[in-house]
């Protein structure tokens, strides 16, 4: 069974330019999770999708990130415009509920550098 | 979602068990306790979860307190792979991961 996969691996862009982050998450998984790292803080919630629908979105940092899961599959996290300090690596995960428990798997990562 | 507390820093010798405790003594009576745990710059790993009894998988084994305020993972023959930062989690979806504890093992 194939994991959550995530690409580009890694970014480098220039501040005020865009960039889209994908998130393929294991199929049939309902929930799709973004979190990011930032330099030397801890790994933080952004948003939680249900299929198609924005679950939580309260960590979203401001409105230059829009999420969006079309068709409830894949993910996408556009930044628009980048800024320094969105350099970070942004993990996606996905899970499917029951009986109250959740277990996220996560994938590898996108690593963004804002020059 | 429930506060945790973990130390900062642990030190395992090869092939022996680590040890790695947890405090969440916020955590709701129907709140799971997990732990992931992330190897050096890769995506979390899941390692473990339960509720109010111990649990043991083919990773790890995790004992909770009888009052749920604690918990400790347990891996029975660390080895070099095992050096990760391990995070304890309770709660419901989002994921807090707070600063986790970081574990090495020593050759």
């Known amino acids: 069974e194939a994991g959550v996969t995530q690409f580009p691996s890694h970014s480098v862009i220039e501040k005020g330019q865009t960039v889209t982050l994908r998130c393929d998450p294991i199929?049939?998984?309902?929930?799709l999770y973004w979190y990011r790292r930032v330099m030397g803080k801890e790994i933080k919630f952004l948003l939680h999708?249900?299929?198609?629908?924005?679950?939580?979105e309260s960590g979203m940092p401001n409105n230059r990130f829009l999420a969006e899961r079309t068709g409830g599959t894949y993910s996408t996290l556009k930044v628009q415009p980048a800024e320094l300090e969105d350099s970070g690596v942004y993990f996606c995960?996905?899970?499917?509920?029951?009986?109250?428990?959740?277990?996220?798997?996560f994938g590898p990562g996108t690593r963004l550098l804002v020059l | 979602d429930a506060k945790t507390t973990q130390p900062t820093s642990m030190d395992c010798a090869e092939g022996r068990a680590a040890n790695l405790p947890c405090n969440h003594s916020t955590i709701s009576g129907n709140e799971y306790v997990y732990w992931y745990r992330q190897i050096h710059s890769q995506g979390p790993q899941y390692i473990i979860h339960g509720l109010k009894n111990n649990e043991t998988n083919e990773m790890a084994s995790l004992i909770i307190t009888e009052d749920r305020k604690s918990s400790t993972l347990i891996l029975p023959h660390a080895t070099l792979r095992d050096t990760a930062v391990y995070y304890c989690t309770g709660g419901y979806q989002k994921v807090t991961f707070g600063t986790g504890t970081k574990l090495q093992v020593i050759p």
């Open positions: 999708f249900v299929k198609e629908s924005k679950q939580d």
């Open positions: 995960a996905s899970s499917q509920t029951w009986s109250g428990r959740e277990t996220q798997y």
């Open positions: 199929s049939g998984h309902d929930n």
